[in-house]
């Protein structure tokens, strides 16, 4: 009785069969997939990846302008009895900064809080600061071109406080440096590699001063402010 053949050199057969034509229909199915359809690799986002010869750098520029409600609180000297008080104003400002990582931003800004009117025992005063931060900002993940981020920094505010010369009668002029601090909240839309639309909202405390002024002239205790603003970042090449 003759032995029969050994299955063995079929299966084998049969098998490589089957994984040619498996790998020929995986690559014609990645073939058929958009472009970016894995995502880029160390990020949240679903793009392809991009690689730039002229690529924008580190460094970039910004300017903001935008609305503000105020909330001051004002003494007619050190020995009174604050006065509250609230005020609708503008601000306008710009500065430098740093990319760090693709998720992490600082930038060092000086913004102007136009003069608001606020009250003051013994007369309306005007209130206006002008505030220098170092600011930090986490970019938190990006979304067809559009990245929120949350963010916070600490600096300084000089604030100017003067009679309102409808309300009152007498000119005076205080200046006093105070400890600022911001939290802020936003979205950036990427126009172009290089330059962003920046819309957010920041809130701004500038706090009252560690010394006290003579007790008959009149002081800011402390600003809050709710800013809403919108600006522009241009990344430098």
Do not use: C
């Amino acid at each position: 009785m003759m032995p029969l053949p050994s299955p063995r050199p079929a299966l084998l057969a049969l098998a490589m069969l089957l994984l040619a034509s498996v790998s020929q229909t995986s690559a014609s199915l990645a073939a058929d997939l958009p472009p970016g359809f894995l995502g880029k690799a160390g990020d949240f986002t679903l793009n392809a990846p991009e690689v730039e010869d002229d690529a924008p750098s580190g460094w970039y520029f910004r300017a903001d302008t935008g609305y503000a409600a105020t909330s001051a609180a004002t003494r007619a000297g050190a020995l009174a009895f604050p006065v509250s008080s609230e005020g609708d104003t503008w601000t306008l400002g710009g500065g430098i900064g740093y990319r760090l990582l693709p998720w992490l931003r600082t930038d060092f800004t000086m913004d102007y809080m136009a003069p608001f009117n606020a009250a003051a025992s013994g007369g309306g005063v005007q209130i206006s600061a002008t505030t220098a931060l170092a600011s930090a900002y986490w970019d938190i993940a990006t979304w067809n071109g559009l990245t929120p981020y949350v963010g916070g920094g600490l600096g300084f505010g000089i604030v100017s406080l003067e009679r309102d010369p409808f309300l009152a009668v007498g000119g005076i002029h205080t200046q006093d440096w105070r400890f600022t601090w911001e939290l802020a909240a936003g979205v950036s839309w990427a126009i172009t590699p290089g330059l962003s639309l920046d819309v957010g909202y920041r809130y701004l405390s500038i706090e009252m001063p560690g010394v006290s002024a003579l007790a008959s002239t009149p002081m800011v205790q402390d600003i809050d402010a709710h800013q809403f603003r919108i600006g522009v970042r241009y990344a430098l090449k």
